[in-house]
């Protein structure tokens, strides 16, 4: 009877451990789709057949977030694999101690209709109870047999439960080692993908060192410009922070020149807005950021550093720019080239889109979360489609991607 809790027991965990590895290899399972999904969209936005004319630095740098992104694939695969391995391993132990204990409950099992047999032979069940010194002890052989019975019945059903246990074993090694010869295919084609984009690395930074004082030159020069975009937009920001502050009469003491004085409604927008910090929508349906916030080393060039004022986004081309939050549009800028900036107020927040071949709204216009804001600008030799996604707290820059979904 011991024994059979034992096997009852030992069951129980086997499938609870199971469980529990399962829910981790899903999580492994999601963490790869995405992962392939990411460079499946990179290699439809950057490096498709028309979009083989660009510039040597723009090319290394989109391959090298290839290069990053396979790298995480193999790194997930691997951990994948791993997982699998580990139990595969478990199981096959589980199967051997399932065997083991199948083995023993059937052993028992034979020694009992054999004791069982032999008892029959030597004495009937009748004369056994008729052989009884007084009612109490035959009682007691009465109740013995009838527990004798359902312990017999029990064993043979218990035997019954392991032979299920140890074919539902059996199936699910069968189904890991097919998801792992599957998932080494998989990860063997990745990793000649990986020495094909290396290789292809290797040729850019070959070329990009032999002409380095010009690509150094066109940098330094795209990093002015930059700046310089930047620099307006500051300027504007504060100066539209001006405009508004003065249209206000009776001015609190206590207000600065470079934050906007908030009405109620105002104050109840900015604080709805910074409640959903970190659940805002991306600015784009579909694409990859391909510039991080911040201040970042240059990856080709050392000594030189780039002062990213916000996310840059790769979407396919005819994408618009949709605004994040409900607001109202500050300011549509427009550059030297055509492109246009437009700029929504959420309060004392303010979101910026900039690089827009066209604009759906003018200054002023109420703007509902999702509402298209114009068309994002393609450019004509590299085809890449790219927004500049900027946030602002009054005049201060905030990095975007601790305030938007995370995909």
Same mark, same amino acid.
């Given at each position: 009877?011991?024994?059979?809790?034992?096997? *009852?027991?030992?069951?129980? !965990?086997?499938?609870?451990?199971?469980?529990?590895?399962?829910?981790?290899?899903?999580?492994?399972?999601? @963490?790869?789709?995405?992962?392939?999904?990411?460079?499946?969209?990179?290699?439809?936005?950057?490096?498709?057949?028309?979009?083989?004319?660009?510039?040597?630095?723009?090319?290394?740098?989109?391959?090298? @977030?290839? *290069?990053?992104?396979?790298?995480?694939?193999?790194?997930?695969?691997?951990?994948?694999?791993?997982?699998?391995?580990?139990?595969?391993?478990?199981?096959?132990?589980?199967?051997?101690?399932?065997?083991?204990?199948?083995?023993?409950?059937?052993?028992?099992?034979?020694?009992?209709?054999?004791? %069982?047999?032999?008892?029959? =032979?030597?004495?009937?069940?009748?004369?056994?109870?008729?052989? %009884?010194?007084? !009612?109490? @002890?035959?009682?007691?052989?009465?109740?013995?047999?009838? @527990?004798?019975?359902? !312990?017999?019945?029990?064993?043979?059903?218990?035997?019954?439960?392991?032979?299920?246990?140890?074919?539902?074993?059996?199936?699910?090694?069968? *189904?890991?080692?097919?998801? $792992?010869?599957?998932?080494?295919?998989?990860?063997?084609?990745?990793?000649?993908?990986?020495?094909?984009?290396? &290789?292809?690395?290797?040729?850019?930074?070959?070329?990009?060192?032999?002409?380095?004082?010009?690509?150094?030159?066109?940098?330094?020069?795209?990093? $002015?410009?930059?700046?310089?975009?930047?620099?307006?937009?500051?300027?504007?920001?504060?100066?539209?922070?001006?405009?508004?502050?003065?249209? #206000?009469?009776?001015?609190?003491? =206590?207000?600065?020149?470079?934050?906007?004085?908030? =009405?109620?409604?105002?104050?109840?927008?900015? +604080?709805? !807005?910074?409640?959903?910090?970190?659940?805002?929508?991306?600015?784009?349906?579909?694409?990859?950021?391909?510039?991080?916030?911040?201040?970042?080393?240059?990856?080709?060039?050392?000594?030189?550093?780039?002062? %990213?004022?916000?996310?840059?986004?790769?979407? +396919?081309?005819?994408?618009?720019?949709?605004?994040?939050?409900?607001?109202?549009?500050?300011?549509?800028?427009?550059?030297?080239?055509?492109?246009?900036?437009?700029?929504?107020?959420?309060?004392?927040? #303010?979101?910026?889109?900039?690089?827009?071949?066209?604009?759906?709204?003018?200054?002023?216009?109420?703007?509902?979360?999702?509402?298209?804001?114009?068309?994002?600008?393609?450019?004509?030799?590299? &085809?890449?489609?790219?927004?500049?996604?900027?946030?602002?707290?009054?005049?201060?820059?905030?990095?975007?991607?601790?305030?938007?979904?995370?995909?």
């Amino acid at each position: 009877m011991a024994r059979t809790l034992k096997h *009852i027991i030992f069951s129980f !965990f086997l499938l609870v451990s199971f469980f529990g590895v399962s829910q981790t290899k899903r999580e492994l399972e999601k @963490q790869r789709k995405q992962y392939k999904q990411e460079i499946n969209q990179l290699n439809k936005l950057l490096f498709s057949e028309e979009k083989k004319e660009k510039n040597a630095l723009d090319e290394l740098d989109d391959l090298r @977030q290839k *290069i990053n992104l396979r790298n995480k694939l193999l790194s997930t695969i691997e951990n994948e694999s791993n997982l699998l391995s580990r139990n595969i391993d478990k199981n096959t132990n589980n199967l051997k101690t399932l065997n083991a204990n199948l083995a023993s409950l059937k052993e028992d099992y034979a020694d009992m209709i054999y004791k %069982s047999y032999k008892s029959k =032979s030597q004495q009937s069940k009748l004369m056994f109870l008729l052989s %009884s010194q007084n !009612f109490y @002890q035959a009682y007691k052989r009465l109740e013995y047999m009838k @527990q004798y019975a359902k !312990f017999r019945k029990n064993q043979g059903l218990e035997i019954e439960k392991q032979t299920v246990n140890i074919e539902s074993v059996i199936d699910s090694l069968k *189904i890991l080692k097919e998801e $792992k010869d599957t998932l080494f295919v998989f990860q063997e084609n990745q990793k000649k993908a990986l020495e094909k984009d290396k &290789k292809a690395q290797e040729v850019l930074i070959s070329k990009i060192k032999r002409r380095e004082s010009k690509y150094r030159r066109d940098l330094r020069d795209k990093i $002015k410009a930059e700046k310089l975009v930047a620099a307006r937009i500051d300027k504007l920001i504060k100066e539209e922070i001006a405009k508004a502050n003065n249209s #206000i009469k009776n001015k609190p003491k =206590s207000a600065k020149s470079n934050e906007f004085i908030l =009405s109620p409604e105002a104050k109840a927008l900015a +604080a709805n !807005f910074e409640s959903n910090k970190g659940k805002l929508p991306w600015p784009i349906q579909q694409g990859l950021i391909t510039r991080k916030f911040g201040v970042q080393p240059h990856p080709t060039f050392p000594g030189i550093t780039i002062n %990213s004022t916000g996310l840059h986004f790769v979407t +396919a081309k005819e994408s618009d720019a949709e605004a994040i939050f409900d607001g109202e549009v500050l300011n549509v800028l427009v550059d030297a080239s055509g492109k246009k900036n437009v700029m929504i107020r959420h309060g004392n927040y #303010i979101s910026s889109y900039n690089k827009l071949a066209s604009s759906y709204v003018k200054k002023g216009d109420k703007i509902k979360t999702g509402q298209k804001l114009g068309k994002i600008y393609t450019d004509k030799v590299s &085809k890449e489609t790219t927004l500049v996604f900027s946030l602002f707290k009054n005049t201060k820059r905030l990095n975007p991607a601790t305030w938007i979904l995370k995909r």
